[in-house]
Nanobody
Framework: VQLQASGGGSVQSGGSLRLSCVAS????????LGWFRQAPGKEREGISV???????YYADSVKGRFTISRDNAKKMVSLQMNNLDSEDTGVYYC?????????????????????WGQGTQVTVSS
């Protein structure tokens, strides 16, 4: 079971990036898929989660700027990030978990996620 994230990089404030995460070795169709962010000196926070039936959650800090999507055929979850600012800087992790719950509940509880990708760095300069 592996999650491989990609798409991070450096961008100027106001720019866009698209993160992708591919699952290998298993079928993620029934799983929640999410993106977490860890800024320097801060705890890991859930910024967006999508359920198997396409219900979504966004943290207030990214709502209206970020869009999460999933493609089960490709075993992929993506995060389109627009209008980036310096506070979006951090390491972004994709994650997967399963259970009878909601995207918002899981987003606020990183300890409930069983599978994690390796992280990809996003740096936004002003």
């Amino acid at each position: 079971v592996q999650l491989q994230a990609s798409g991070g990089g450096s961008v100027q404030s106001g720019g866009s990036l698209r993160l992708s995460c591919v699952a290998s070795g298993w079928s993620a169709d029934d799983y929640f898929l999410g993106w977490f962010r860890q800024a320097p000196g801060k705890e890991r926070e859930g910024i967006s989660v999508i359920s198997s039936d396409m219900a979504t959650y966004y943290a207030d800090s990214v709502k209206g700027r970020f869009t999460i999507s999933r493609d089960n055929a490709k075993k992929m979850v993506s995060l389109q990030m627009n209008n980036l600012d310096s506070e979006d800087t951090g390491v972004y992790y994709c994650a997967a978990t399963i259970g009878p719950t909601t995207p918002e509940y899981l987003a606020k509880r990183p300890q409930l996620w069983g599978y994690w990708g390796q992280g990809t760095q996003v740096t936004v300069s002003s």
